[in-house]
């Protein structure tokens, strides 16, 4: 065989495996602004929503440019905040707001689907299983299960039979974050669980700002 024929033969394999790697690498971090983001969301079937695999496939794909997310982002020293970006029958888009430190309860979605996505930071989700429950009497029994990171990278969807969680912002992060969640169907109450104290009640949930603009109390 000619030996420049298979060298040339080398280095066209290289050239076309380095533009595969840089396509492949473009495609699995390509960005889009918060607004292309509900744009593709809203294209989702029903059905999409009944389960879990293609919207988590869709967060691993399309990453959300995190300077588009500016005017739905609102800070509170206190406690993590919720601020409305999208609402629809099918389900509804939330920005949370995370400073160092800050955590949910353990709660639940109310039976419905949840994934989450972390654009800015990183958190971490630690999951329950319930082993036993009454909300007649406000007592309920939990065991921990498995804790998972969520970052940029690497969003995650809850686990519709096993769907009691709490998430966090660890001290040690050291960083602010931000986690986008979209619920199907929207809700506005759950279940907070205390592990340690053995009781479970239903709660009320509110928005800090919705599209945008803070709510008046």
């Given at each position: 065989?000619?030996?420049?024929?298979?060298?040339?033969?080398?280095i066209t394999r290289w050239r076309y495996t380095v533009l595969h790697e840089n396509m492949t690498t473009q495609a699995r971090s390509k960005q889009l602004s918060i607004q292309d983001f509900v744009a593709e969301l809203r294209k989702f079937p029903q059905s999409a929503f009944d389960r879990t695999d293609q919207i988590i496939h869709f967060l691993e794909?399309?990453?959300?440019?995190?300077?588009?997310?500016?005017?739905?982002?609102?800070?509170?020293?206190?406690?993590?905040?919720?601020?409305?970006?999208?609402?629809?029958?099918?389900?509804?888009?939330?920005?949370?707001?995370?400073?160092?430190?800050?955590?949910?309860?353990?709660?639940?979605?109310?039976?419905?689907?949840?994934?989450?996505?972390?654009?800015?930071?990183?958190?971490?989700?630690?999951?329950?299983?319930?082993?036993?429950?009454?909300?007649?009497?406000?007592?309920?029994?939990?065991?921990?299960?498995?804790?998972?990171?969520?970052?940029?990278?690497?969003?995650?969807?809850?686990?519709?039979?096993?769907?009691?969680?709490?998430?966090?912002?660890?001290?040690?992060?050291?960083?602010?974050?931000?986690?986008?969640?979209?619920?199907?169907?929207?809700?506005?109450?759950?279940?907070?669980?205390?592990?340690?104290?053995?009781?479970?009640?239903?709660?009320?949930?509110?928005?800090?700002?919705?599209?945008?603009?803070?709510?008046?109390?």
């Amino acid at each position: 065989m000619n030996p420049k024929r298979v060298a040339w033969a080398y280095i066209t394999r290289w050239r076309y495996t380095v533009l595969h790697e840089n396509m492949t690498t473009q495609a699995r971090s390509k960005q889009l602004s918060i607004q292309d983001f509900v744009a593709e969301l809203r294209k989702f079937p029903q059905s999409a929503f009944d389960r879990t695999d293609q919207i988590i496939h869709f967060l691993e794909k399309m990453h959300i440019a995190p300077d588009t997310l500016t005017q739905y982002l609102t800070w509170d020293r206190q406690h993590y905040t919720r601020n409305l970006i999208d609402k629809t029958p099918l389900y509804e888009l939330v920005a949370i707001c995370w400073e160092v430190g800050q955590a949910s309860s353990v709660h639940n979605h109310r039976d419905q689907n949840c994934w989450m996505a972390v654009p800015i930071g990183k958190l971490l989700v630690q999951n329950y299983r319930v082993v036993s429950q009454s909300l007649e009497q406000g007592t309920c029994q939990l065991a921990p299960a498995d804790t998972v990171e969520m970052n940029p990278t690497q969003p995650c969807a809850v686990d519709p039979l096993e769907p009691v969680h709490r998430v966090f912002n660890p001290r040690e992060f050291n960083q602010r974050a931000v986690s986008l969640h979209v619920y199907s169907r929207p809700f506005d109450t759950c279940v907070v669980y205390s592990p340690d104290q053995g009781t479970c009640g239903e709660i009320k949930l509110h928005y800090t700002t919705q599209y945008g603009k803070r709510i008046s109390t």
